[in-house]
């Protein structure tokens, strides 16, 4: 069953408002720790299901160069918004998890186009 790009529109505008929410928002407790790098695995998934949702939502409409900068670029602001935030603290390793989320995905889907 195929999903209306609508609603694949709306998935995605949710998860960039509550990314940007989560991120920008005042931690109360700190998450509880399973391992070393859980932060940056749950960055790498959430970007990479923005990437997932954005091209579904306008990867008929943009290509995936554009579709990736634009993600990254918003993952960046995260980040430098987080460092002047005053309560909060950019870190360049959430940039790196970021991105190789996206370049994920879109490799992937890329891959996909080549050989359905």
């Keep these: 069953m195929m999903i209306a790009s609508n609603i694949y529109k709306g998935l995605l505008w949710v998860a960039l408002i509550t990314i940007l929410l989560l991120s920008l928002l005042p ?19 959430a970007h990479g299901a923005l990437c997932f949702l954005a091209i579904r939502s306008y990867g008929d409409s943009h290509s995936i160069w554009t579709i990736g900068f634009s993600l990254v670029a918003f993952g960046l602001g995260l980040e430098i918004a987080q460092s002047i935030t005053g309560y ?8 790196v998890a970021n991105s190789l989320g996206i370049v994920t995905v879109a490799t992937m ?8």
Aim: aromatic share 12%; charged share 20%; net charge negative.
């Design 27 to 45: 931690v109360s407790s700190p998450m509880l720790e399973l391992f070393s790098w859980q932060d940056k695995v749950h960055h790498f998934v």
């Design 88 to 95: 909060r603290f950019g870190d360049p390793l959430d940039v």
């Design 109 to 116: 889907h890329l891959v996909q186009q080549r050989n359905p």
